[in-house]
């Protein structure tokens, strides 16, 4: 098996749609974690090998590594399991971004063609599996048991998430905690660990890497809902992705949840028609209903005091270039969500 912790010699690209340039001192770790994570795919079958390669070239913004280290750096020093974990971390969001495409139908990813457009869903789902399978078993390797422990719940806590958004699919009874419950789970919870597991590999105190979750757990919270907004608002040339599935595929997302908070009963029931005719909903006709720019504008402003509530977690930490990028963070979301107004 390729041990995650030994890059191999051939050297690979950074992460793409990641912007580093606040957090430069991190490029060697970056750059490390990636080749780590192209060369998982050496460890499968030779006949799996090349589908391996393909998802791992054409997936993830890599921020789970970022964040991984950038809370390692900012309670101690990085080392060779904090690596582990990225890696670990990524293939587990790998995983659940082809089943995503599966799910929504997606078509594009990272401006080039999904596995389940390749190759079909039967296989696409087994590729799937596969990255999580072997994610768990790379976090068996952990010297703590407490460790795999905490990524095997992650794992378990992000399929759980999805399940439960795939049943609430078209349920116009879905509440706003409803929403929050599953975004933690399907999308924050990776967040968090990658910020717990960071400081825990460096013997920090409970009260220091359970702050640093939460501020996982909010800045995810926060990068779902600006990705919401931009699933209604973005253009696929810019964003490098298919967008405008949510609602076509019966995801109500918070400005979807806000617009019909907003609308009267009438307007509540030409909705829910449409969505139930499960046909392509065209945006002209959300805006049609109800106040649709203030329910995006209001989505925007609770992710933006979500990333302010983030920020307060940071509090425990001493002042570092680590934490300041940290901070950096949020400051590169709340500029991602001012393009949600534009």
Same mark, same amino acid.
């Given at each position: 098996?390729?041990?995650?912790?030994?890059?191999?010699?051939? %050297?690979?690209?950074?992460?793409?749609?990641?912007?580093?340039?606040? *957090?430069?001192?991190?490029?060697?770790?970056?750059?490390?974690?990636?080749?780590?994570?192209?060369?998982?795919?050496?460890?499968?079958?030779?006949?799996?090998?090349?589908?391996?390669?393909?998802?791992?070239?054409?997936?993830?913004?890599?921020?789970?590594?970022?964040?991984?280290?950038?809370?390692?750096?900012?309670?101690?020093?990085?080392?060779?399991?904090?690596? +582990?974990?990225a890696?670990?971390?990524?293939?587990?969001?790998?995983?659940?971004?082809?089943?995503?495409?599966?799910?929504?139908?997606?078509?594009?990813?990272?401006?080039?063609?999904?596995?389940?457009?390749?190759?079909?869903?039967?296989l696409?789902?087994?590729?799937?599996?596969?990255? *999580?399978?072997?994610?768990?078993?790379?976090?068996?390797?952990?010297?703590?048991?407490?460790? %795999?422990?905490?990524?095997?719940?992650?794992?378990?806590?992000?399929?759980?998430?999805e399940?439960?958004?795939?049943?609430?699919?078209?349920?116009?009874?879905?509440?706003?905690?409803?929403?929050?419950?599953?975004i933690?789970?399907?999308?924050?919870?990776?967040?968090?660990?990658?910020?717990?597991?960071?400081?825990?590999?460096?013997?920090?105190?409970?009260?220091?890497?359970?702050?640093?979750?939460?501020?996982?757990?909010?800045?995810?919270?926060?990068?779902?809902?600006?990705?919401?907004?931009?699933?209604?608002?973005?253009?696929? %040339?810019?964003?490098?992705?298919?967008?405008?599935?949510?609602?076509?595929?019966? +995801?109500?997302?918070?400005?979807?949840l806000n617009?019909?908070?907003?609308?009267?009963?009438?307007q509540?029931?030409?909705?829910?028609?449409?969505l139930?005719? +499960?046909?392509?909903?065209?945006?002209?006709?959300?805006?049609?209903?109800?106040?649709?720019?203030?329910?995006?504008? %209001?989505?925007?402003e609770t992710?933006?005091?979500?990333?302010?509530?983030?920020?307060?977690?940071?509090?425990?930490?001493?002042e570092?270039?680590?934490?300041?990028?940290?901070?950096?963070?949020?400051?590169?979301?709340?500029?991602?969500?001012?393009?949600?107004?534009?």
């Amino acid at each position: 098996m390729t041990n995650p912790t030994q890059a191999p010699s051939t %050297s690979q690209p950074a992460p793409q749609g990641l912007d580093t340039s606040p *957090f430069e001192f991190l490029r060697p770790d970056l750059d490390q974690v990636e080749e780590l994570i192209r060369a998982q795919a050496t460890d499968f079958d030779p006949a799996v090998e090349p589908y391996i390669t393909y998802i791992l070239n054409t997936s993830g913004k890599r921020i789970r590594p970022a964040l991984t280290f950038l809370a390692g750096g900012a309670t101690g020093q990085i080392g060779p399991d904090h690596h +582990k974990l990225a890696v670990i971390l990524e293939l587990i969001h790998v995983a659940t971004l082809v089943h995503d495409d599966i799910i929504d139908g997606a078509e594009i990813r990272r401006q080039a063609p999904t596995a389940n457009a390749k190759w079909g869903d039967a296989l696409s789902v087994l590729l799937g599996d596969c990255l *999580f399978a072997h994610a768990l078993m790379l976090s068996s390797e952990f010297d703590e048991a407490v460790l %795999s422990r905490k990524v095997a719940m992650a794992a378990n806590r992000v399929c759980s998430g999805e399940i439960i958004q795939t049943q609430r699919r078209f349920d116009m009874q879905l509440t706003k905690e409803d929403y929050y419950d599953i975004i933690a789970k399907k999308t924050a919870e990776l967040f968090g660990a990658a910020m717990e597991l960071g400081a825990q590999l460096n013997g920090q105190p409970e009260e220091v890497f359970s702050a640093l979750r939460d501020f996982g757990m909010k800045l995810g919270t926060a990068y779902q809902i600006y990705d919401d907004c931009i699933d209604l608002v973005g253009e696929e %040339s810019e964003y490098g992705k298919t967008l405008r599935t949510d609602l076509n595929r019966g +995801k109500l997302t918070l400005p979807i949840l806000n617009l019909l908070e907003a609308a009267t009963e009438q307007q509540r029931v030409k909705l829910h028609r449409l969505l139930i005719q +499960k046909e392509p909903i065209d945006i002209g006709a959300l805006a049609n209903l109800a106040d649709y720019e203030g329910a995006i504008e %209001s989505a925007i402003e609770t992710g933006l005091q979500m990333v302010e509530e983030a920020e307060d977690c940071l509090s425990v930490l001493p002042e570092s270039d680590h934490k300041d990028a940290l901070i950096g963070i949020g400051a590169f979301l709340v500029n991602l969500f001012g393009k949600c107004r534009a």
